[in-house]
């Protein structure tokens, strides 16, 4: 099943349960995980979907969460109920399937939604859980597609200049540069551009630690050095420390470790 939905200012989103799968912890109950497929409608179709997998509790868990902030905003939506038993019936996982869809898409509808905590948290803490410990493991071949789903699935809830979807695109060009991917260059020049309007003193902590980061990726002379050091000079006219190159993966990992604990 897939459900459209249309979003002002904005192409629309599409979200599909597009598989399930049963799911046996050791030690724990067995359950069914439901991969949904997110990905903007426009007049081609979006070759670049971003994915999500979670489980009944953890959708029910959030539909909780956000009916006790915005309960108006849920008046007419009919969230699957639990079940004691038959949650591996074929039919149930196609009713919830169905209600999971209709849930995301009323979330995708609305902006106060998208953007709130809950809904952050629940996009993304799992994953950057998973990435942290990859990375610190440096295990970063392994942690880059974890990165890449992961600034998709931000990119296409959130505004282009979102403090979550900078985090993963800033994060995005720090695994392809250390796994050598080709992309490293025009992600870093794409993150630059974006940082261009960005006024929130958080964000900009990243800003001069990501231009050291792009001048080393793009080496030599080329119109991106150029523009990098001009960034640079400017920084300096305007009074902030430009010289302390601290590292843009190291500082992203200690505010994100930061983050999934909260």
């Known amino acids: 099943m897939k459900i459209l939905i249309k979003m002002s ?128 493991q440096e295990e970063y071949e392994q942690a880059r597609p974890l990165v890449e789903n992961g600034f998709r699935l931000m990119n296409k809830m959130q505004t282009d200049r979102a403090p979550s979807v900078l985090r993963w695109l800033c994060l995005f060009v720090c695994v392809c540069w250390f796994t050598g991917d080709k992309r490293a260059e025009a992600l870093a020049g794409l993150a630059i551009r974006r940082y261009q309007a960005v006024s929130d003193i958080d964000l900009l902590r990243y800003y001069v630690p990501l231009l050291h980061l792009a001048k080393n990726i793009c080496h030599g002379s080329t119109p991106e050095t150029e523009i990098i050091a001009n960034q640079l000079a400017k920084l300096r006219a305007s009074g902030m420390p430009t010289d302390n190159n601290k590292d843009l993966l190291a500082l992203l990992i200690e505010d994100l470790s930061q983050l999934v604990v909260s």
């Open 9 to 136: 200012g904005n192409n629309g989103l599409q979200f599909e349960v597009i598989s399930t799968r049963t799911v046996e912890p050791i030690n724990q109950k067995k359950y069914v995980a439901y991969k949904v497929a997110i990905r903007k409608s426009s007049d081609a179709e979006d070759i670049n979907p971003a994915f999500l997998e979670r489980r009944y509790n953890e959708f029910l868990a959030l539909y909780n969460g956000l009916r006790r902030e915005f309960p108006n905003h849920f008046l007419g939506l009919q969230f699957p109920r639990k079940a004691i038993i038959g949650n591996f019936n074929p039919d149930m996982i196609a009713l919830r399937s169905a209600g999971f869809e209709a849930f995301l898409s009323l979330i995708g509808s609305e902006s106060q939604l998208r953007h709130s905590p809950i809904v952050i948290s629940f996009l993304q803490n799992k994953e950057l859980d998973e990435v942290i410990k990859l990375i610190q």
